[in-house]
Structures are given as C-alpha cells and as structure tokens.
C-alpha cells in the first residue's frame, strides 16, 4: 500500500509543482512544464417503434479522461501520464453491462546523458474503478475483478533509446508486484498449498511507444510492454494498446482502438479487444 500511495503522491505532485514558477521567472514565462489533458465521450443510441424489421433498443457510452504532466529543464526529464476510462451499454430489456474500465497511471523519471541514450526510474500502476464480470450461457453472472483486486504495480530502472523523435524505447530491471483481495487467481501460486493474495518477483521490463502522425489530421498511437521474470521467463506478459485517431474537427474525431493481452498465468489464449467509435474531444489543459 506504501508503494500505491508513493505512486498516487509522485503524479499528483506534479500537478502541485506546475503551479510553481522557477525564481525570478513569471508564471507565464515558464515553460519547463508542459500539461495535456483531454475527455472524451462516446454514445451510441438505437431506438424502434413500430419497425417490422427487427431489432432492439441499444444504448451504449464511454468516457475517457487522458492526460499528461511533462517536466523538462537541463539534463531532467520527468513525465507523467495518465488514463481512466469507463463504459457501459445497455441492449433491449437486457441488464446493464460494463465495457470498459481502466486505471492507468505512470511515471518515468528520465536523467539526460545524451540525445539518444539515458538512463530512467519508472512506476506504474493499473487496475479498474468497479466490479468486473463474465456472463455464462444462461446470462448470470462470475466476478472476476474489482477496484484493486488486481492491482498491477511495476518498478523499474534501466536504460532509455530513442532513435527519432516518433518512437522511444526503454528496457530495465523490474520488480511487479500484484495486490489482489478476494480475486486471487492473479496472484496465487498453484504451486503451494496457502492462497497468496500478494504476488512479488523480478524480471525484465520493456517499453516501446509510438506516436506517428500518418497523415496531417490521422495519429497513431501505439504502445508494447513487455515483462518477463527472471525465474518463469515461459509466463512473460505482453501487453500492447494501439489507437488510430481521425480528426474529424475540432471536437469531433474517429477512433479505432485496439488492445491485446498475453498473461499465461490468467489466460493460456490472447485477450483481445476491439473498439471503433465517433467520439466527441474535449481539450481541457
């Protein structure tokens, strides 16, 4: 919990520190800070009467908040970044049901050698705001998660590239650490007699983001990360998140989304997600 509340504590701080000028330099005039934060809101409504075609009534939303903290002053270079997301739709006399949520949060403290080379510390943290479900043929319902449980946590420490300025990279060693309370199928060892609700080991970190504008209104955005422990380098989680965004206007913008998953202790297939939407932008910093 030390670790969560140090995370939550190096985000926010940055936030607090962007309101102080350096000495002598009016608030205006400082640019060592830099803040992005945009919402987004996706909605999708159907509605039917007297249609003799077929079909139900649909109701779905989405919304996003991103946003990122960047500090950059002499050989220092500190970003933070993050996403929450949450969504949910509702088909016919169905029940309502979740289609997203997300918590994720990071941040990577970077020590300038060089233009293409340095040294970085980083931690992140993932999890989900309510309970997650699965629903069996028969429509009940099995929890599988909830807010914390699991928590994802990642520390590292190693050595940043970046060969141009659309794509970086970073490979480091790490500690993952997953936090788990009634949901322990993230954090147990099948392999011991005693349930562990708390999940610690060493490995390796990678990271690789991606931001190419394609074409002048057209970005991708692409992100892999990989960890691998040290001791079951066979149960390597790979996690990659890529989004195509249009830009439509200034509010209005196409998204595909893509995210794929490989966590062999959870799930022996990829987890796959897919997700295609007109949403309205909202730039708030």
């Known amino acids: 919990m ?39 809101a996706n909605i999708t409504q159907i509605s039917f009467t007297d249609w003799t075609q077929g079909g139900e009534n649909a109701l779905a939303y989405a919304l996003f908040l991103e946003g990122k903290s960047a500090y950059a002053k002499d050989m220092i270079e500190w970003v933070n970044e993050y996403k929450f997301g ?14 997203d949520d997300m918590i994720d949060l990071g941040s990577v403290l970077i020590y300038k050698l060089g233009k293409i080379i340095n040294p970085y510390a980083s931690v992140s ?10 629903y069996d043929a028969a429509g009940h319902t099995v929890p599988v998660s909830n807010f914390f449980d699991p928590v994802y946590i990642i520390q590292s420490a190693g050595v940043g590239y970046q060969p141009v300025p659309e794509v970086k990279t970073r490979l480091g060693a790490a500690v993952r650490e997953i936090l788990t309370k009634t949901h322990t199928r993230y954090s147990d060892d099948p392999t011991t007699t005693q349930v562990e609700k708390e999940k610690v080991e060493g490995g390796l970190e990678s990271v690789t983001e991606v931001v190419w504008t394609v074409m002048e209104n057209v970005v991708l955005h692409a992100k892999f990360e990989l960890f691998a422990p040290v001791k079951h380098f066979n149960q390597t989680t790979i996690r990659s998140d890529n989004s195509l965004s249009a830009k439509i206007n200034k509010f209005l913008s196409v998204n595909l989304n893509v995210q794929l ?19 309205f932008n909202f730039t708030l910093m």
Request: avoid cysteine; charge should be positive; proline fraction near 5%.
């Open 2 to 40: 030390k670790i969560i509340l140090s995370l939550l504590l190096l985000i926010s701080a940055s936030i607090a520190l962007a309101q102080e000028s350096n000495p002598g330099v009016p608030a205006s005039a400082d640019t060592s800070w830099k803040h992005t934060m945009i919402l987004s």
């Open 261 to 279: 998953i490989n966590d062999p202790p959870v799930q022996a297939r990829t987890q796959v997600k897919e997700a295609l939407a007109l949403g």
């Open 125 to 134: 943290l993932k999890t989900q705001f309510t309970e997650g479900v699965t």
């Open 86 to 99: 949450y969504g949910q739709a509702k088909l016919g006399s169905g029940t309502i049901r979740k289609t």
